[in-house]
C-alpha cells in the first residue's frame, strides 16, 4: 500500500493541484494524509480547503490553521473540526499524525534535536510504527527499530521567507515502512532521498 503524505501547503492551491495529480496518476496512492497548515499565506486558502475538504484528505490542525477570518461556512466548519492528532492503522501499520509534535502544533520535531532512543520512546508511548509530522517545512525521514517518523517539508515554497521551504512530499509504502520524498519542480519524478 502507498500512502501520500503532505503538509503545509499555507494556501498555495497550484503546488497541491500538482501533487495530488501525482498521487493518482502516477504513484498511484491508495490514501493522502495532511499533516496540517493548510492556511498561512491566505494566497488562495478557500481553493485550498475546498480541495482537501471535497477530497476528504485525513488531516490535522496545524498552527497556522487555527485562524481564518477569511473563511465562512463549511470551510470554517472544516478547519474549526480538525483534531489536533490522528491516529488510525493503515497498511496494516499504526500510524500517529500530528502538525508539530504529539498534543502539540506549536514546536516542531527536528533531526538534530533527536536521538534514535528518543524516537523510539516517542513511537513506543504513542503505539505507534509511523510518526508523521510537518511544521518545520524540511523534509526528515528516521528509522529506529520501533518504526519511523516521516515529514514530508512543505508543498508551499515562499522566495521572500527567512524561513527555508522544500517545495516537497512524501510517498510512504506500508506495511514495509518505506519513505520516499519528491521534489515538486522535478518532472523526472526520482526521489530525493528513501529510507527502507
Not at 33 to 44: I, V
Not at 111 to 118: A, E, I, P, Q
Amino acid at each position: 500500500m502507498k500512502l501520500g503524505i503532505i503538509s503545509d501547503i499555507h494556501g498555495d492551491c497550484q503546488a497541491l493541484e500538482t501533487v495530488l495529480a501525482r498521487f493518482e496518476g502516477v504513484h498511484q496512492v491508495e490514501s493522502v494524509l495532511c499533516a496540517g497548515d493548510l492556511l498561512g499565506s491566505n494566497r488562495q486558502a478557500d481553493g485550498v480547503v475546498r480541495m482537501v475538504r471535497e477530497r476528504r484528505i485525513v488531516t490535522v490542525r496545524g498552527n497556522h490553521d487555527a485562524c481564518h477570518p477569511e473563511l465562512t461556512g463549511e470551510d470554517a466548519r472544516f478547519l474549526e473540526d480538525l483534531p489536533l492528532d490522528w491516529e488510525g492503522i493503515q497498511g496494516g501499520r499504526r500510524i500517529f499524525m500530528c502538525h508539530g509534535k504529539p498534543g502539540n502544533n506549536i514546536w516542531g520535531l527536528y533531526r538534530d534535536h533527536l536521538s534514535d532512543t528518543l524516537l523510539n520512546m516517542m513511537l513506543r508511548s504513542l503505539n505507534a510504527d509511523v510518526l508523521v509530522t510537518g511544521h518545520t517545512h524540511m523534509p526528515m525521514c528516521v528509522q529506529v527499530e520501533r518504526g519511523c517518523v516521516v515529514n514530508p517539508g512543505s508543498l508551499f515554497r515562499s522566495c521572500h521567507s527567512t524561513r527555508d521551504t522544500s517545495h516537497s512530499y512524501g510517498v510512504l509504502h506500508l506495511p514495509e515502512l518505506a519513505f520516499e520524498i519528491y521534489d515538486i519542480d522535478r518532472s523526472n519524478l526520482q526521489p530525493l532521498s528513501c529510507i527502507s
